[in-house]
T-cell receptor, first 111, second 118 residues
Framework: SQQGEEDPQALSIQEGENATMNCSYK?????LQWYRQNSGRGLVHLIL?????REKHSGRLRVTLDTSKKSSSLLITASRAADTASYFC???????????FGSGTRLSIRP | GAVVSQHPSWVICKSGTSVKIECRSL??????MFWYRQFPKQSLMLMAT?????????EQGVEKDKFLINHASLTLSTLTVTSAHPEDSSFYIC??????????????FGPGTRLTVL
């Protein structure tokens, strides 16, 4: 499969709790990005982390990257109902400069 | 800046007909554009890489004769689904790589085109 793997596939948490999603990939990358997608809609770019970076923050988002383990995590703190969506990691491959998406995590925030 | 548009945003067609989807970079130039397909409740799958002025590169398992790609200018790539069948119904998303300026070498995604084949 060309996709990376994400886990969990689905996550349901209470509003206000933190949500953590993990992504693993297979090849060397230039960068890794996280996207959000509401049902039936386009992608919303959340954050990009380059291969020489280990951690990045943006508002309630915290992304880590471990290139030795070929993995990344996305943490959403103090979740809100509006965070309900599917989240995808996407890796830009060093060799081909194409972006490959992970399998995605469906996040549901319970009020 | 760095906006990618797609047209149409949705299309319904009869089985056996061909459908063309346009992808435009509105305020930047892109030698490379990418086409993805997304089935319901699934992730985006890369179909092909579109290179301006040359043939597209297709991913394994994607039929090049069925999904025709033309990247005739630095701001426009088109995907034509030929002889469409119901199993081609999907969400088609393009992305474009910025050649220069503030967003050099970054990719930006279009809003997607929903194709329904009856």
């Amino acid at each position: 499969s060309q996709q990376g793997e994400e886990d969990p596939q689905a996550l349901s948490i209470q509003e206000g709790e933190n949500a953590t999603m993990n992504c693993s990939y297979k090849t060397s990358i230039n960068n890794l990005q996280w996207y959000r997608q509401n049902s039936g809609r386009g992608l919303v770019h959340l954050i990009l982390i380059r291969s020489n970076e280990r951690e990045k923050h943006s508002g309630r988002l915290r992304v880590t990257l471990d290139t030795s383990k070929k993995s990344s995590s996305l943490l959403i703190t103090a979740s809100r109902a509006a965070d309900t969506a599917s989240y995808f990691c996407a890796t830009e491959h060093s060799s081909a400069s194409k972006i490959i998406f992970g399998s995605g995590t469906r996040l549901s925030i319970r009020p | 800046g760095a906006v990618v548009s797609q047209h149409p945003s949705w299309v319904i067609c009869k089985s056996g007909t061909s459908v063309k989807i346009e992808c435009r970079s509105l305020d930047f130039q892109a030698t490379t554009m990418f086409w993805y397909r997304q089935f319901p409740k699934q992730s985006l799958m890369l179909m092909a890489t579109s290179n301006e002025g040359s043939k597209a590169t297709y991913e394994q398992g994607v039929e090049k004769d069925k999904f025709l790609i033309n990247h005739a200018s630095l701001t426009l790539s088109t995907l034509t689904v030929t002889s469409a069948h119901p199993e081609d119904s999907s969400f088609y998303i393009c992305s474009a790589r910025d050649l220069g300026g503030e967003h050099y070498n970054e990719q930006f995604f279009g809003p997607g085109t929903r194709l329904t084949v009856l």
